[in-house]
């Protein structure tokens, strides 16, 4: 059995080059709570290819251990044209709420 199978997962994209993720802005952010999540990698991946980016990943973020699981990859729009915000995607049904991290998590207390 997978170390995250029965952990709660955040489906983000994540620039290949950049390591920064996508977020509900149409943004880059540095961290992986900030990412825009989705409902499945088929969404993701499909955002993903529209957008001016080089390579990219699918990643699954574990919010309660703050680890990455990649399952997919692909190629964008570009990658030799500026990033600029796109805004929500059209279909605001392929978006997903962030997990919370639990209160109390092993990887998350200051012991």
């Known amino acids: ?3 995250w199978e029965g ?5 983000i994209i994540e620039d290949a080059e950049s390591l920064k993720f996508f977020t509900v802005e149409g943004l880059w952010a540095k961290n ?4 825009r999540c989705y409902a499945g990698t088929r969404h993701a ?3 993903a290819k529209l957008e001016p980016i080089g390579k990219f990943n699918i990643v699954g973020y574990i919010p309660s251990t703050r680890q990455f699981v990649n399952l997919d990859h692909g190629h964008g729009k570009g990658g030799t044209a500026p990033v ?14 962030p997990l919370p991290v639990p209160k ?6 200051s012991k």
């Open 7 to 11: 952990a709660p997962v955040n489906i």
């Open 104 to 109: 109390g998590s092993a990887a998350l207390s």
């Open 84 to 97: 600029l915000p796109v805004g929500p995607l059209p279909t605001e049904s392929l978006i997903a709420k």
């Open 32 to 35: 992986a709570t900030e990412g």
């Open 1 to 3: 059995m997978p170390f």
């Open 45 to 47: 991946f499909k955002a």
